[in-house]
């Protein structure tokens, strides 16, 4: 259960999110060259997951899917630990209307999806819980709904 509207729950982590790896993406930088520049950032996996999906979008190129839940669980692991230290303990909310938590919340959404794909039922439905959890807006925004 979120603390959205509870004012008893943990507050909202914030993100501050990597500009430098954030610029370098909207600039047109392959997201490899950023992953391998800020590996901590997790927009950059979040770009790289999702384009191994896209390739593979009928989860038929199992290759591609399994690519996509490499690159979807770094970059959950490197968003766990940035919601750690800003003082996350394993629950609340993150909301995704914090631009900086979006590439931690896409990187959820994606291995949600790869699971799916290889018939990892158990973790799919963890991937919902944790973004339901963190903001149920966030599985809309991903497409999850």
């Known amino acids: 259960m ?23 993406l909207l600039n047109g930088v392959a ?3 950023v992953a391998a520049a800020h590996p901590t950032a997790s927009i950059a996996w979040a770009y790289l ?11 038929s190129d199992t290759g591609k899917v399994i690519e996509a839940y490499a690159y979807a669980r770094t970059g959950y692991h490197r ?3 940035q919601l750690r230290r800003h003082g996350w303990k394993g629950f609340g909310p993150v909301p995704w209307s914090h631009e900086p938590n979006q ?18 039922e158990d973790e799919y439905l963890r ?8 903001d149920p807006n966030a599985v809309q925004h991903l497409g999850l709904a």
């Not at 729950?9 to 990597?18: A, E, F, R, Y």
């Not at 999702?50 to 989860?59: E, P």
């Not at 590439?103 to 990892?120: H, P, S």
């Open 31 to 33: 997201p490899a060259q």
């Open 103 to 120: 590439g931690f919340l896409r990187c959820v959404g994606a291995l949600a999806r790869a699971a799916k794909a290889v018939g990892e």
């Open 2 to 24: 979120t603390s959205f509207g509870d004012l008893l729950g943990p507050q909202p982590v914030l993100l501050t999110g990597d500009d430098e790896a954030e610029s370098d």
């Open 127 to 134: 991937c919902l819980d944790l973004l339901n959890d963190s």
């Open 79 to 81: 968003g766990l630990d």
């Open 49 to 59: 997951a999702d384009a191994a999906l896209g390739a593979s979008a009928d989860g």
